[in-house]
């Protein structure tokens, strides 16, 4: 059973006195004790510590909540986090239903010292997204987190807002060149549509020109009936569709089921909510993970 943030919070007052022990985070991700003038800022999952970590450079302490390998969508804090929370400046989330745990860490006194940011603020989603929080899959919607990000640690550190500035310019044209690129290398394809594993890439889908179908719903976790996967399976055959999609961080076995089912190829296509603690230790980048979507993208489609 997950734990609740209620609970969450009063193991985090209680276990104050042992942070060091109770801690969960790795050290990699856990924010430093150390005396340091660098603003501390907690982010949720992947996606916005790699966008902070580059925005704040040497100038910023940035850790994540959700550890290395583990798929966010079901995930909460732990006493461990909550301890580290209490010690930074700032806490940066995804919002549009990514991180239902936040609101109770909003209303929460003792964490009134801390600027919460949501990163997707200053997207406009329209109704029939309004349940879908995959919006950093899309350049141009990571280009607005990036952006709101920026902001909330010049206002935190205002002697270092032109340092935030210049990197995030530079980040900014990076996503621009990426945005470019897929549009280029997408723009030429015989096939329009994919199956992935969950409906992660209905943003990016609009962006570029692909219709999505998906074994599962918004959450990977979501339950997939009988008639779901039948359903799918006529799909796959009346489209002619050869490759389908898994994701690295969810068992494959349903997707391994559907390729037996309708003699298609698999392909990783990640909805970049996590990355492996291999990738971590490789420091692999957002860019990176980006490319190698674009590649199996490619021979799904049959892009020339």
Request: proline share 4%; charged share 25%; net charge negative.
């Given at each position: 059973?997950?734990?609740?943030?209620?609970?969450?919070?009063?193991?985090?007052?209680?276990?104050?006195?042992?942070?060091?022990?109770?801690?969960?985070?790795?050290?990699?991700?856990?924010?430093?004790?150390?005396?340091?003038?660098?603003?501390?800022?907690?982010?949720?999952?992947?996606?916005?510590?790699?966008?902070?970590?580059?925005?704040?450079?040497?100038?910023?302490?940035?850790?994540?909540?959700?550890?290395?390998?583990?798929?966010?969508?079901?995930?909460?804090?732990?006493?461990?986090?909550?301890?580290?929370?209490?010690?930074?400046?700032?806490?940066?989330?995804?919002?549009?239903?990514?991180?239902?745990?936040?609101?109770?860490?909003?209303?929460?006194?003792?964490?009134?010292?801390?600027?919460?940011?949501?990163?997707?603020?200053?997207?406009?989603?329209?109704?029939?997204?309004?349940?879908?929080?995959?919006?950093?899959l899309d350049p141009v919607f990571a280009k607005s987190e990036v952006n709101v990000?920026?902001?909330?640690?010049?206002?935190?550190?205002?002697?270092?807002?032109?340092?935030?500035?210049?990197?995030?310019?530079?980040?900014?044209?990076?996503?621009?060149?990426?945005?470019?690129?897929?549009?280029?290398?997408?723009?030429?394809?015989?096939?329009?549509?994919?199956?992935?594993?969950?409906?992660?890439?209905?943003?990016?889908?609009?962006?570029?020109?692909?219709?999505?179908?998906?074994?599962?719903?918004?959450?990977?976790?979501?339950?997939?009936?009988?008639?779901?996967?039948?359903?799918?399976?006529?799909?796959?055959?009346?489209?002619?569709?050869?490759?389908?999609?898994?994701?690295?961080?969810?068992?494959?076995?349903?997707?391994?089921?559907?390729?037996?089912?309708?003699?298609?190829?698999?392909?990783?296509?990640?909805?970049?909510?996590?990355?492996?603690?291999?990738?971590?230790?490789?420091?692999?980048?957002?860019?990176?993970?980006?490319?190698?979507?674009?590649?199996?993208?490619?021979?799904?489609?049959?892009?020339?």
């Open positions: 059973m997950r734990r609740s943030i209620i609970v969450g919070l009063v193991a985090a007052t209680i276990l104050c006195g042992f942070a060091l022990v109770s801690r969960q985070i790795t050290p990699t991700q856990a924010q430093t004790d150390s005396n340091t003038n660098k603003i501390k800022v907690i982010t949720s999952f992947y996606p916005l510590y790699e966008f902070s970590k580059n925005i704040g450079g040497t100038r910023a302490e940035i850790s994540v909540f959700t550890p290395f390998g583990v798929e966010p969508h079901d995930w909460e804090p732990t006493a461990g986090n909550l301890i580290a929370l209490t010690k930074s400046n700032l806490f940066v989330y995804n919002g549009v239903g990514m991180e239902p745990f936040v609101n109770k860490l909003v209303d929460s006194q003792e964490y009134s010292h801390i600027m919460f940011v949501q990163a997707s603020s200053q997207i406009k989603i329209d109704e029939s997204s309004k349940a879908d929080p995959h919006v950093w990000i920026k902001s909330a640690m010049q206002k935190a550190d205002p002697a270092n807002a032109n340092y935030y500035e210049n990197n995030t310019n530079n980040y900014l044209q990076k996503l621009d060149e990426l945005d470019s690129k897929i549009k280029s290398e997408l723009s030429n394809c015989k096939k329009d549509k994919i199956v992935t594993f969950h409906n992660a890439f209905a943003y990016f889908g609009k962006r570029y020109g692909i219709k999505i179908n998906s074994l599962s719903g918004i959450a990977p976790e979501s339950e997939i009936t009988a008639n779901d996967l039948k359903n799918l399976i006529n799909y796959i055959k009346t489209e002619q569709i050869k490759v389908i999609f898994a994701e690295e961080l969810i068992d494959p076995k349903l997707a391994e089921v559907l390729a037996e089912e309708t003699g298609t190829k698999i392909l990783t296509l990640s909805p970049l909510e996590g990355i492996s603690k291999s990738e971590q230790a490789k420091n692999t980048s957002y860019f990176d993970k980006m490319q190698e979507n674009l590649a199996s993208l490619k021979e799904a489609l049959e892009c020339t």
